[in-house]
Every structure is written in structure tokens, then in C-alpha cells.
């Protein structure tokens, strides 16, 4: 079940972006392990100034979290964030990612702007810098070298005797 929200937000994030539009998601998670306190009024005040949120969005998202509080604190944030990140976007772009082999790069370039999404979200790194040096401090290798690594491992397995059967 998780696998198709994944791929339904994907594919309604690239259908906007092909269209030119914004979009923004926000996952409200009362066991998300970050060591702050969130204001709401400062929430909801950047939405409005920052992401033009208004109307229905906005009256949604106000009734969401009014009167709610959290606090839950973790020793080290980013390693918490930084695991949750590759837990459920990297398996997401490692799966089946053999068949990818041969697509044409525009396709490939969708991956890999999730993939790019993901770095950025863990770095915080604005859209403007690089996300090659991210990549590398992360090792992970981009999509079209994950989809080659990938056969090139299943075919050594199959050379030598220890792919599964």
C-alpha cells in the first residue's frame, strides 16, 4: 500500500512539474523524531508567506495541527532524518531498476530528481548548489550508475554461481 501513495505522489509531483506548477507536501508525524518544539503560528505564517499557501490548503492544515503539541527530542537529528530519508526513498529507486537499463534520459532524469530531492532534503541544500558533492559525501551513485552497478552485479552473480535460483 505504501508503495503505490509513493508512486502516486511521484507521479502527481512530475505531472505538475511538467505543468509548471508547485508543489509542496508536508508530512505530519507525531512519532518524527526531531529535537525542536514547532510553533504553529510560525508554521503557518511561513506557508502563507513563503508557498502562497491559502484558502482550502490553508484552512486545512490550521484545523490539522490547532491545539496540538509535540516535542520529542533524538541526540543526533540528522542521522535520525538521514536514515528515514534512505529508508524509504532509496529501496523505492533500487527496485526492478534493471529493467531502466536503456530508457531514455529524460525518463532516467525524473529518478533523478527524486534522488537529488532526497540529498537536498538531508544537506538542506538550496536548489541553486551543486548536488554532486552531496551525492559523494552520501556514496550514492547516480541513477544511470546505480541501474549499471546493478546488472553488472546480477551478471558477475550469474557468471560465477551465486545468483539466487
Not at 31 to 59: K, P
Not at 66 to 91: C, D, E
Not at 104 to 111: F, G
Not at 152 to 164: E, K
Request: glycine share 4%.
Amino acid at each position: 500500500m505504501l508503495t503505490c501513495v509513493v508512486i502516486l505522489l511521484i507521479s502527481d509531483f512530475l505531472a505538475a512539474d511538467d505543468r509548471g506548477e508547485v508543489t509542496f507536501l508536508t508530512l505530519l508525524d507525531p512519532s518524527a523524531a526531531f529535537d525542536i518544539v514547532v510553533d504553529h503560528h510560525i508554521l503557518l505564517d511561513r506557508l502563507y508567506h513563503f508557498f502562497s499557501l491559502r484558502d482550502q490548503a490553508q484552512s486545512w492544515i490550521t484545523s490539522f495541527i490547532s491545539g496540538r503539541t509535540q516535542k520529542v527530542g533524538v541526540r543526533n537529528q540528522y542521522t535520525t532524518f538521514s536514515t528515514v530519508i534512505v529508508a524509504l526513498v532509496l529501496p523505492r529507486l533500487d527496485y526492478c531498476n534493471s529493467v531502466l537499463f536503456g530508457l531514455p534520459a529524460n525518463l532516467i532524469q525524473r529518478l533523478q530528481s527524486v534522488q537529488n530531492i532526497a540529498a537536498r532534503l538531508i544537506f538542506r541544500i538550496r536548489w541553486s548548489e551543486h548536488i554532486t558533492p552531496a551525492l559523494i559525501s552520501l556514496h550514492w551513485l547516480r541513477i544511470p550508475e546505480r541501474v549499471f552497478f546493478k546488472l553488472a552485479v546480477m551478471t558477475y552473480r550469474s557468471i560465477h554461481g551465486t545468483s539466487p535460483s
